[in-house]
């Protein structure tokens, strides 16, 4: 879940001053930490691109 970090509205251009090597989301002029994905969610995520691989794919056997 991401953290609410300041009450001040921010821009795009204040996002892009910000220079820690975070994760972050603006939204509605809050800016959001946003944690990594964990490694369920990667394997849920490369699962699904597998199966949307070879449906979209169905004469090729290998990526």
Request: a neutral charge.
């Amino acid at each position: 879940m991401a953290a609410v970090i300041t009450g001040k509205r921010m821009t795009y251009e204040d996002y892009l001053k910000i220079n820690d090597n975070k994760r972050y989301e603006v939204l509605n002029g809050e800016l959001h930490s946003v944690p990594a994905p964990s490694t369920g969610h990667q394997g849920v995520s490369r699962n699904l691109g597998f199966l949307i691989w070879n449906f979209a794919n169905p004469n090729e056997k290998e990526w």
